[in-house]
């Protein structure tokens, strides 16, 4: 079965944040003391492109991007003229399709006035502000840098710039949330008329803050009511479920988002980001990730040992792979792109799938991969089935 290049994406990691939030395992670090080498930090970045087009020398070559996504750690923590350099060093290294989407994630509590031009003005054309609640009293307890009203009104300040695509993250099932509180939420975001909601039950991720002193949080039949309550909300305001976390208004779907959900190639540049590159010659899916420090990250300086890890990904763990991103889509995928993807034969998850049918998690549909509305609800019980 031949493998088919997807469209290739660019992430760029940028881990520094003004504060570390209790909840958050990202590769993201607080900066204390001096701030951090933004400046060096770019050049880096640049100089670690380079050798990743070095090293997959035709794999990449004169593949256009479809996306860029700035991603964080807090990448609004870099002045606009330094987002300015290096999407003018990835241009000249790399074609961009006409409109790529270019996304900067955005924390509310660093931007001072007038970055938001100089973001635009350097090609950024999407904004994603990690707003998470406009409850006060949960964002004290988020460990957040900013009120509801500051957040607001950094929003604003993006559409008065000129911003036509703007997402806002929210985060659900918070420590004593109710319900109602969720549904608040919700219609904050809705009254600011983003153009994307990102909407992400909270969970207690390991060697955080939060896991080493767990919040009260509400059980998992109420966080499944919120989520639901929210979805509707959200649909009767005009924004369509189209992954488990994410709802856009008709033709706003996250492009960057879409093309990992749908197995698509990215490389992946930055402190800790990780790639992934169909290399159509040998057949193989291949994998790279970055070593997670950004001291050793920038002291590596584009050579070798900015890898923290690579190597193709194994035959047998392929399927599991793409079911876990490809299965997130309320509306799957055809299933002719497992094998474009892959390079396996459907055959070698027939039984998987029929069992998954069986059961009811997966849409009875021979030509697409698409979970019910149980499947959704077991979403990781479904994805398992899927490993070898
Ligand atoms: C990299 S952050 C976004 C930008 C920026 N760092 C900020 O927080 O404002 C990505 C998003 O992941 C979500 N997130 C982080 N940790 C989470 C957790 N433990 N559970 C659920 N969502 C989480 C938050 O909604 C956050 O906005
Ligand atoms: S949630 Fe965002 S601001 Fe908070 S630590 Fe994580 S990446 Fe940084």
Redesign the pocket.
């Known amino acids: 079965m031949p493998l088919i290049a997807p469209p290739l994406s660019l992430y760029v990691h940028m881990p520094w ?1 003004v504060k570390k ?1 209790p ?4 590769n ?1 670090h607080g900066v204390k003391g001096a701030p951090p080498p933004y400046a060096d930090y770019v050049d880096v970045l640049l100089a670690d492109l380079d050798a990743d087009l070095r090293d997959f020398g035709a794999a990449v070559h004169a593949r256009a991007v479809h996306s860029i996504f700035f ?4 990448p609004s923590l870099f002045a606009p003229e330094l987002i300015d350099r290096f999407l003018d060093g990835v241009r000249e290294r790399l074609p961009l399709i006409e409109g790529a989407e270019i996304t900067l ?4 509590g660093t931007v001072e006035h007038g970055r938001f031009d100089g973001y635009l003005a350097a090609g950024v054309n999407r904004l ?3 707003i ?1 609640s406009f409850d006060d009293d949960k964002l004290r307890r988020l460990g957040r840098i900013h009120s509801a009203k500051e957040a607001e009104a950094a929003v604003k300040s993006a559409q008065d710039a000129g911003y036509a695509n703007i997402n806002l ?3 659900y099932a918070l420590p004593q949330q109710t319900l109602a509180g969720a549904q608040s939420d919700v219609a904050r975001a809705i009254a600011l008329q983003p153009t994307h909601v ?1 909407h ?6 390991p060697n ?1 803050a939060f896991a080493a002193n767990p919040p009260p949080l509400p059980d998992d039949d109420h966080a499944w009511a919120m989520q639901e309550a929210c979805e509707q909300q959200l649909a009767e305001a005009g924004y369509g479920q189209y992954e488990i976390s994410a709802y856009a208004q008709a033709d706003r779907r996250c492009v960057h988002n879409l093309n990992y959900w749908r197995f698509g190639d990215y490389l992946g540049i930055g402190a800790g980001a990780h790639g992934k590159l169909t290399v159509a010659e040998n057949g193989a899916v291949h994998r790279r990730w970055k070593t997670r420090l950004p001291k050793a990250y920038l002291a590596a300086a584009g050579d070798a040992a900015r890898i923290g890890g690579d190597g193709p990904v194994a035959v047998d763990e392929l399927p599991f792979e793409y079911m876990l991103n490809a299965l997130r889509l309320i509306d799957g995928v055809p299933l002719a792109d497992f094998a474009e993807r892959t390079g396996l034969p459907i055959e070698r998850i027939a039984p998987a799938l029929e069992a998954a049918r069986q059961r009811g998690w997966l849409v009875d549909d021979a030509a697409r991969l698409q979970t019910t509305a149980l499947g959704q609800r077991f979403l990781n019980d479904v994805i398992s089935a899927f490993l070898d």
Not at 23 to 26: A, E, K, M, P
Not at 71 to 74: A, D, F, K, N, R
Not at 105 to 108: F, G, I, R, V
């Open positions: 944040c939030c909840y958050c395992d990202f993201s991603g964080g750690g807090t994630e955005t924390n509310p994603s502000f990690g998470q993250d929210l985060m990102s992400y039950q909270l969970t207690l991720e955080t």
